[in-house]
C-alpha cells in the first residue's frame, strides 16, 4: 500500500463528510479513525475503491460517535444512515480546509498539528512523534485547536499568508520520527500552489525545492553542519532546482512580487553559482533590499549584512549591522565571520564562542564551537 | 530503573583535569568529543539502555510568583558563580551499578590532546510508582 497515495484522499474525505452535514470537528476525527483502520488494515486487504472505503468507513464512525452521543445525551437524533446528497461536490474543499487549519486565530504550533493532520493525512502519533511530544499532548493541542474554530464556516476566503506561514514552520522542522516533514511540507504546499494559483505559494513552494536540492550537503559526518560555502555543489540535486527556478521564473513573471519569491530569488542566486566564489552577490544584496522593503524583518537585515559583505568587503558588512538588534539569534555569529573576514581574528574568536554560547540548536552550538577553534588555531604561535 | 546523567556547564567538585573550554581546543579535537557523544547515545541504542537526551541553552533565568496581579519575578541571566546544568541523558539500566559505570565512561570522552576529560557527571536515581505487590 503506497501511504502517501492515502495521505492525499484525507482532506477530500473530510470533504465529503462536512458536506453531508457532519460538523468539521467530528469529520475529521471520523476520517483520522478510518485512517489508521486503513493503515492496519490495507496492507493485508488492499480496497478496490481506496476513496470509497475510507468515506465508507469514515461516515459509519461518524454515525456511530453522533449516536452515542445522541443517546449520551438522553434525547432522539434523527441520524440518517443514508447521507442526504447534499450540495454539489466542491472542488476547493481541500483549499477551504487550508484556510480553516491555519486560521488566524489558532496559535501557530496547533495550526500546523492540525494543517499535519486534516490537510496532511498524518496520525495524531506520526505528528506527536515528529515534534518530540507525547502522542496524549498532541491530541489535546488538535481537539484544542477545533474547538478554537468550531462554528467558523468553512466556506469563506481565508488568510493565504497563515496558511503560507504555517507550511513554512512545518518546512523548517525539517524530519523528526518516521516522517520526512521537509518532503511534507513541499507535498502540501505543492497542492496548494496548485490550488489558489497564487504567485506567493508558488514562490513559497520554489523556495523549499531550492533549499530541499541542499539537502544532502548540508550535513557532513557525524551530522556536522557544514555552511552554504564549503558544500558539495555536485551533491546538490539538479531536478530540485530546475524545477524550483522554472517555479520561480513563472512567479516572478506576473509581476506580484512577495516576500518567498524575494527569498527563492536568493535560493536560486545561490544555486546558480558553481562555486561559492561564482556567488552573484550583488543582485543577492539587490533581493534582500526588496526583501526588507517587503518585510521590515530585522532578521532580515541581519542576513542582508552577511551578503553585503560579500558584496563590498567585510567593513561594508559590518556597517550594514548598523541599527541590527544585537540581541537577535545568530547575530554574534554573523559579527564573528565579517570580523574574521577583515582580519580581526581575537574579537572574531571571541565571538564564535561568544555566538556558540547562543546557539539554539546542539548542530549550531557545535559548528560555532568549531569555528572558534579553528579562528584560535590560527592564531596560536 | 532509570536514571538521569546530568551534565554541568560549571558547579560541583572541581574538576580534576583542565581542559578550558572547548573553542580553546582544535577543531579535530571538538569533533572528537562530538562525535563520541553521539557513538555513546547510539550504543546505549543498541543495547536499549537509552531513554532520551537534550542539551540545554546556558542562557535562561530563575521566576517566581510574586503575588497576585503582578508579573513573575525573574532573576537572570545566570551568575558566573553558580552551578549551571548543561543537558542530560536518562538511561534505563538494571542497576546502580551499570548506571554509574556508564556515567564513568561518558566521562572519559575525549578533550585535548584526545585525553579523557574526567568531568564531573551527576548521576540520579527516578523516584518510581510504588509496587503493587506490597507484602
Request: glycine share 8%; charged share 25%; with cysteine.
Amino acid at each position: 500500500m503506497n501511504e502517501s497515495l492515502l495521505r492525499e484522499l484525507v482532506p477530500a474525505v473530510i470533504g465529503v463528510l462536512v458536506r453531508r452535514g457532519a460538523d468539521f470537528a467530528s469529520a475529521e476525527d471520523a476520517v483520522q479513525e478510518a485512517l489508521i483502520r486503513a493503515l492496519d488494515t490495507w496492507p493485508a486487504d488492499p480496497p478496490r475503491d481506496p476513496k470509497a472505503w475510507l468515506v465508507a468507513a469514515a461516515w459509519r464512525r461518524f454515525l456511530d460517535a453522533a449516536r452515542a452521543e445522541a443517546s449520551r445525551r438522553g434525547r432522539e437524533l434523527a441520524v440518517q444512515a443514508e447521507p442526504p446528497p447534499g450540495p454539489p461536490p466542491a472542488t476547493d474543499d481541500t483549499l477551504r480546509l487550508y484556510f480553516l487549519c491555519a486560521h488566524p486565530t489558532l496559535p501557530h504550533s496547533s495550526a500546523v498539528a492540525l494543517t499535519l493532520r486534516a490537510v496532511g493525512g498524518l496520525t495524531t502519533r506520526q505528528i506527536a512523534a515528529a515534534h518530540l511530544v507525547p502522542e496524549a499532548t498532541m491530541a489535546q493541542r488538535i481537539s484544542r485547536a477545533k474547538r478554537r474554530i468550531a462554528g467558523l464556516p468553512l466556506d469563506q476566503p481565508g488568510d493565504l499568508g497563515t496558511v503560507l506561514r504555517v507550511l513554512y514552520l512545518v518546512f523548517n522542522e525539517g524530519y523528526g520520527g518516521d516522517v520526512d516533514l521537509a518532503a511534507e511540507a513541499i507535498r502540501l504546499t505543492r497542492q496548494l500552489a496548485a490550488l489558489t494559483g497564487e504567485p506567493e505559494a508558488a514562490g513559497l513552494l520554489a523556495l523549499m525545492l531550492l533549499h530541499h536540492a541542499r539537502r544532502a550537503s548540508r550535513t557532513g559526518p557525524g551530522g556536522r553542519l557544514v555552511p552554504l560555502a564549503e558544500q558539495d555543489r555536485s551533491r546538490w540535486d539538479t531536478r530540485l532546482i530546475a524545477e524550483g527556478v522554472a517555479i520561480l521564473q513563472a512567479a516572478l513573471a506576473r509581476d506580484r512580487l512577495g516576500e518567498y519569491q524575494a527569498q527563492a530569488a536568493i535560493a536560486a542566486l545561490h544555486a546558480d553559482a558553481r562555486s561559492a566564489a561564482e556567488t552573484d552577490w550583488v543582485q543577492i544584496v539587490e533581493w534582500y533590499d526588496e526583501l526588507l522593503r517587503l518585510t521590515g524583518s530585522p532578521v532580515v537585515r541581519l542576513n542582508r549584512a552577511v551578503a553585503v559583505g560579500e558584496a563590498d568587503g567585510p567593513r561594508a558588512g559590518l556597517a550594514a549591522l548598523d541599527g541590527v538588534d544585537p540581541g537577535l539569534p545568530r547575530y554574534a555569529a554573523v559579527t564573528a565571520y565579517l570580523h574574521e573576514r577583515a582580519g580581526d581574528l581575537p574579537l572574531a574568536a571571541e565571538l564564535y564562542a561568544e555566538a556558540a554560547r547562543a546557539a539554539t540548536s546542539v548542530a549550531e552550538r557545535d559548528h560555532l564551537t568549531r569555528q572558534a577553534a579553528r579562528v584560535r588555531q590560527l592564531l596560536a604561535p | 530503573m532509570k536514571y538521569l546523567i546530568l551534565k554541568h556547564y560549571r558547579g560541583g567538585p572541581a574538576p580534576v583535569v583542565d581542559c578550558g573550554t572547548m573553542d580553546t581546543w582544535t577543531p579535530e579535537e571538538v569533533d572528537a568529543h562530538v562525535q563520541f557523544m553521539r557513538d555513546f547515545a547510539a550504543r546505549l541504542e543498541e543495547t536499549g539502555e537509552y531513554v532520551e537526551g537534550q542539551g540545554l541553552s546556558p542562557e535562561g533565568a530563575f521566576v517566581r510568583y510574586d503575588g497576585e496581579g503582578r508579573p513573575p519575578v525573574t532573576d537572570g541571566p545566570f551568575a558566573e558563580t553558580k552551578d549551571l546544568i548543561a543537558g542530560w541523558m536518562v538511561i534505563d539500566v538494571d542497576s546502580w551499578d551499570r548506571a554509574v559505570q556508564l556515567a564513568g565512561e561518558l566521562s572519559a570522552a575525549p578533550g585535548p590532546g584526545g585525553k579523557p576529560i574526567h568531568e564531573w557527571l551527576e548521576v540520579r536515581p527516578f523516584l518510581t510508582e510504588p509496587p503493587t505487590v506490597t507484602e
